[in-house]
């Protein structure tokens, strides 16, 4: 059934957030939770505590914390659209997020998108937005977690979500910001 969805909470960053994470829009569980990827069988924080290492713990207190020591910022392309439960396919009338906040107050350096839709999303709806604010930040889509991708096992998306933290540079050596990591 199709339900017109606002967001309902805000996004996790500091002033130290080098890579900001960016789904579609929050799963009926997750937006239940009030927090980011909270369905028990999506596998994000899986993967973050497979990349990272540690554990980020189960409730969203500690797994922003968890996000925030590893200099990742989470948020979401879409602040309302039309949604049939958590399927992007059915996305339809969607609002973007005003992401420019973070990207003008933290050291951005690589924006992850979790799957195709999120992707297309920001490329249509946010991206334009930030070219004519003179923002440029290099933009990624990288599988999405959920437990619809079962074309993704485990072991495949801590491979694919490592490489893109790497690539960002915030996993080990260079994860630090030197004053020269930039907008």
């Known amino acids: 059934m199709m339900q017109h969805v606002v967001h309902g909470f805000g996004p996790v960053w500091d002033g130290a957030s080098q890579v900001l994470v960016l789904g579609s829009m929050p799963s009926p569980k997750s ?29 969203p207190a500690t797994r922003a914390a968890f996000a925030l020591n590893h200099h990742v ?16 396919g059915s996305i339809r009338n969607p609002e973007p997020n005003d992401i420019s906040m973070i990207l003008c107050g933290a050291p951005i350096r690589l924006v992850m998108t979790t799957g195709s839709k999120a992707g297309q999303l920001y490329v249509k709806l946010v991206e334009p937005g ?9 933009m990624m889509t990288v599988a999405s977690t959920s437990p619809a991708n079962a074309a993704k096992s485990l072991n495949d998306l ?3 979500y490592r490489a893109a933290f790497a690539h960002a540079g915030v996993l080990g050596a ?10």
């Not at 930030?130 to 290099?138: N, P, S, T, Y």
């Open 158 to 160: 801590v491979s694919i």
């Open 31 to 59: 937006r239940e939770r009030g927090f980011y990827y909270m369905h028990p069988r999506n596998r994000f924080w899986p993967v973050m505590a497979a990349v990272f290492g540690g554990d980020p713990g189960r409730e």
């Open 174 to 183: 260079g994860a630090d910001c030197d004053g020269a990591c930039g907008n």
């Open 130 to 138: 930030l070219k004519r604010l003179g923002i440029d930040v290099e």
């Open 73 to 88: 910022a989470l948020w979401d392309v879409l602040a309302s659209c039309d949604i049939s439960g958590a399927s992007d």
